[in-house]
């Protein structure tokens, strides 16, 4: 170890757990052992089922912190496999301690709407035209929801935080099944069926939805 405050890359790659957590926290974002690091190897050294359940969230901050001074740690940056694995491997205590932070909610949520761009299938969705309404439970905004609008339009994918568009489907779900969801851990059918996913508007499109998306699966 190199001091208190931060550590040389080779030494943070040998933690794991919660040993890795705290080290990542106490990294100084301007110190030189930050241009060492790579946020693809630091994800795949992580597994949740090593952390704690305030672990992961602490983890996702202390990225997002770093990454202000060293973008190329960013969330943006980590591979859809890896991010994909994150966020299964996590269990649902640790999501909800991540979406019951804010900032953090906000940060994630927009990671995963943004991603949604990058993994449209072109060729599935060439003679759609569909605006989807996504309403996630628990949100700071009108109703008590963060809103997000996806359309889907000559084969591309569009997201945005203002409702512009008459919607062909609203969907209503918290952000811990919406995370399942994303990362094939749940189907839409099972989450509808318990109740756990609201649907308005055109059911048979809503249940097919994923389909027009090439979602990583984690290993």
């Known amino acids: 170890m190199a001091d208190d405050t931060g550590l040389a890359g080779l030494d943070l790659?040998?933690?794991k757990g919660k040993a890795l957590v705290d080290a990542l926290e106490r990294i100084d974002p301007?110190?030189?052992e930050i241009a060492s690091l790579d946020v693809n190897e630091l994800a795949a050294a992580v597994d949740p089922a090593d952390l704690g359940q305030d672990d992961f969230r602490r983890l996702l901050a202390a990225l997002v912190r770093v990454a202000e001074a060293a973008p190329a740690l960013d969330l943006g940056k980590v591979d859809p496999r890896h991010f994909a694995k994150l966020v299964a491997r996590a269990s649902k205590a640790q999501l909800d301690r991540v979406v019951a932070e804010p900032a953090l909610r906000e940060r994630v949520l927009g990671e995963i709407f943004d991603r949604m761009r990058s993994h449209i299938r072109p060729d599935r969705a060439k003679n759609v035209h569909a605006v989807v309404h996504w309403?996630?439970?628990g949100g700071s905004g009108a109703g008590g929801y963060d809103r997000y609008e996806?359309?889907?339009a000559d084969g591309g994918c569009t997201v945005s935080r203002e409702m512009r568009e008459q919607p062909r489907v609203t969907i209503t779900v918290g952000p811990?099944?919406?995370f399942k969801l994303i990362t094939h851990q749940a189907t839409p059918?099972?989450?509808f069926v318990t109740g756990k996913i609201k649907v308005k508007g055109?059911?048979?499109f809503a249940a097919g939805l994923i389909g027009f998306?090439?979602?990583?699966k984690p290993d």
């Open 135 to 137: 309403r996630l439970t």
């Open 150 to 152: 996806t359309v889907i």
């Open 213 to 216: 998306f090439d979602l990583p």
């Open 13 to 15: 790659f040998d933690l």
């Open 202 to 204: 055109d059911l048979a």
């Open 30 to 32: 301007a110190g030189p």
């Open 189 to 191: 059918a099972v989450l």
């Open 176 to 178: 811990t099944d919406f």
